[in-house]
């Protein structure tokens, strides 16, 4: 099936660790995203990538690290640096900037 | 400042009742706007997409309005079931050459029996 899969559906971390969240999809889709969602607010882009080997920062990069180094995977690491990690997580892809997004199921992340 | 605002925050309706969702955005040059169901714990999936054109545009039970002119959009929801417990996320993008989509906090519906 054609689709955008994240990986885990649910992490934990301890506190001082980095941790990668995995984001792949068989879409051919050129552009993908990363968000962060927290109770009570909406979508906030975190990093998005527009052709392989190149990405830019969202709204809010600090503390979040990605590579595209191919065309299916986007791969968001979460360093020690976030200070408030704890939340869900959703990738998403279009085929271009300003078409519709497909997202993935989520990763919630919580930091224990 | 674009923002996007949504209205009410939740909304608790009966099976088989019809309710209406609210969005509006202060988000110019205004290029499109979309409606998301999020189910908890998933992703969002798009149900309509608006453009500056187009007044109402219907998906099955779901059927989005939009009036450009005052910057507001609704979705009815119409003989809701009870799968339709979920959130409702309004997003609308800009002109800009960058990538600048705004999202909604979403109203949150839940259908009783």
């Known amino acids: 099936d054609g689709g955008i899969t994240q990986s885990p559906k649910y992490l934990f971390r301890k506190e001082g660790q980095n941790v990668t969240l995995s984001c792949e999809q068989n879409?051919?889709?050129?552009?993908m995203y990363w968000y962060r969602q927290d109770p009570g607010q909406g979508l906030r882009l975190i990093y998005y990538?527009?052709?392989?080997?190149?990405?830019q920062k969202g709204d809010i990069a600090e503390g979040y690290s990605v590579s595209r180094e191919k065309k299916e995977s986007f791969p968001l690491t979460v360093t020690s640096a976030q200070k408030n990690p704890t939340a869900f997580y959703l990738c998403?892809?279009?085929?271009?900037?300003?078409?519709?997004?497909?997202f993935g199921q989520g990763t919630r992340l919580t930091v224990v | 400042k674009n923002q996007v605002e949504q209205s009410p925050q939740s909304l608790i309706i009966l099976e088989g009742k019809n309710c209406t969702l609210q969005?509006?955005?202060?988000?110019?040059?205004?290029?499109?706007l979309r409606w998301y169901k999020q189910d908890t714990g998933r992703g969002p999936v798009s149900l309509t997409i608006?453009?500056?054109?187009?007044n109402t545009k219907s998906n099955g039970r779901y059927t989005a309005t939009l009036d450009a002119d005052t910057k507001q959009s609704s979705l009815h929801i119409t003989a809701s079931q009870l799968s339709d417990s979920a959130s409702y996320i309004c997003?609308?993008?800009?002109?800009?050459?960058?990538?600048?989509?705004?999202f909604g906090t979403g109203t949150r519906l839940t259908v009783i029996p």
């Open positions: 998403a892809s279009s085929i271009g900037l300003n078409t519709e997004a497909f």
């Open positions: 608006m453009t500056f054109s187009e």
């Open positions: 997003v609308v993008r800009d002109q800009t050459g960058a990538n600048n989509l705004f």
């Open positions: 879409l051919n889709h050129d552009a």
């Open positions: 990538s527009q052709i392989v080997n190149d990405f």
């Open positions: 969005c509006n955005y202060t988000v110019s040059p205004f290029s499109n």
